[in-house]
């Protein structure tokens, strides 16, 4: 599909320093520092992107139809005073899945692109200054990008996405993670952390009915009875979270499923079966 050249109506792009390791706030999450002089080496620089792209198109009744596209990120650039290629990548792979796109322009153009995730040909575009707002003739893209929370030990971004296309019942919404780790600063994959898949779900099922009191066939389960695995996770301090989006295994109604599994749900020798010995030493398990 041929793309059409896209012209960013607003792009602002602030650098911020932080302090790592010396000004943290109760979250983990590094504050600002007052002082500008850089003289820490566990300095991290990120940058603060909003980008938005407005569109539009005539469909075959000859109605004018708007897209509202926005895209925001608080951009890694420098984690613990070095640039951070591996954790760009991670997020990059997260917001294009298999686009192959590593170029964080790129990577905004073919977010805010409508003719990237809708059926109709880009040659229909065209830009424009302002939208309808009107429900039937509006739809809306938007990704943002956050940092949500950073130990000594891993970084964690956090990647929501939301949109409605005109006319449709509802819009749809996900939320991705990535996790970095600050030791090796590498991204950490499902694989990374999990030994065990089939006490895993067994784990997941156990959270999920905890957590949303849903029963097994209260979800999408394929024929072969194996709950899916999780495609997204995250952790938090010791609490290994298995994600699912919407539709994943359960309805829209039931919404996105965010199943924690804290050490308290496993017995210590299931504990060790479940995760790795790398995934134990990131959630700082011990008995």
Sequence with gaps: MKKIILLALATIAVTAMWSCANSTNSTGIASSSDDDTVTDSTLCQFSNIDANKMFAYVNEE?????????????????????????????????????AGLNQLDNVIDFLLNPANYTEIDAEQFFPVNEVKDDENKLSTSKVSVIMESMTDRLLIYHLGTSSYMAGAAHGIYANNYVTYDLKTEKTVTFEDVIADTTLLRTAILKSIKQTYDYDKDDLFIPDDGLLPL??????????????????????????????????????????????????????????
Excluded at 77 to 95: S, T, Y
Excluded at 236 to 250: K, S
Excluded at 253 to 281: H, N, S, V
Aim: with cysteine; aromatic share 16%; proline share 8%.
């Design 230 to 287: 999780p495609r997204d996770f995250h952790l938090d301090g010791q609490v290994f979270h298995a994600v699912y989006q919407v539709y994943e295994i359960a309805s829209y109604a039931q919404g996105m499923i965010d199943a924690p599994i804290y050490p308290y749900m496993l017995k210590p020798e299931e504990m060790k079966r479940l995760f790795t010995p790398y995934g134990l030493e990131l959630i700082d398990y011990t008995e």
């Design 62 to 98: 000859g109605d004018t139809v708007y897209f509202d596209n926005s895209f925001s990120a608080f951009w890694p650039q420098i984690i613990n005073g070095k640039p951070c290629p591996e954790l760009q990548k991670g997020l990059f792979r997260a917001m294009t899945d298999s």
